[in-house]
């Protein structure tokens, strides 16, 4: 895993910045979400990260060593990539602007980081990549968020 520490500087500090960036009518590239419900969506996955929203790991046991060097290695997630734990069809915005969803991710990502400071053992249980630790979780949450960030054209 390269460069954790630049990793979790753009998460904490760059992230939101690019979304606020995005104009919320951009159509993605890929996929069915809309700018808001892809920002819902990454403020949930930033919630499993954090311990607030836990889940139970759904990948086969067998499965998890492969997963994990995915997670290990500098590869892009592939465009649609399905996940069993969504529907089909993209859920209702939960917030009322795109600017509340934008707050959202930066709370959660606040958060992830204080719980990972208070806790420097902490392991977080993911539903597909199983229980991380920080240098994990900052792999995983760097690799979705430019997984979305170039679902809507904000990096190639």
Do not use: C
Not at 11 to 16: C, I, V
Not at 128 to 145: R, Y
């Amino acid at each position: 895993m390269e460069n954790i520490t630049g990793k979790a500087e753009f998460l904490k500090n760059e992230y939101a910045k690019k979304l606020a960036a995005l104009d919320p009518n951009t159509l993605p590239v890929w996929g069915k979400m809309s700018v808001q419900q892809m920002m819902e969506h990454m403020a949930d996955y930033i919630r499993i990260s954090n311990g607030r929203n836990p889940h139970e790991i759904v990948t086969a046991e067998e499965h998890l060593p492969k997963m994990v060097a995915f997670l290990e290695s500098e590869k892009q997630m592939r465009e649609n990539t399905p996940n069993p734990l969504l529907s089909d069809v993209p859920p209702a915005v939960k917030h009322t602007t795109v600017q509340d969803a934008i707050a959202a991710i930066q709370t959660e990502i606040d958060h992830l980081f204080e719980v990972f400071e208070n806790d420097k053992e902490l392991k977080t249980t993911h539903p597909f990549f199983g229980n991380l630790d920080f240098e994990h979780t900052i792999q995983l949450l760097h690799k979705h968020a430019m997984h979305h960030l170039r679902q809507f054209g904000l990096v190639v």
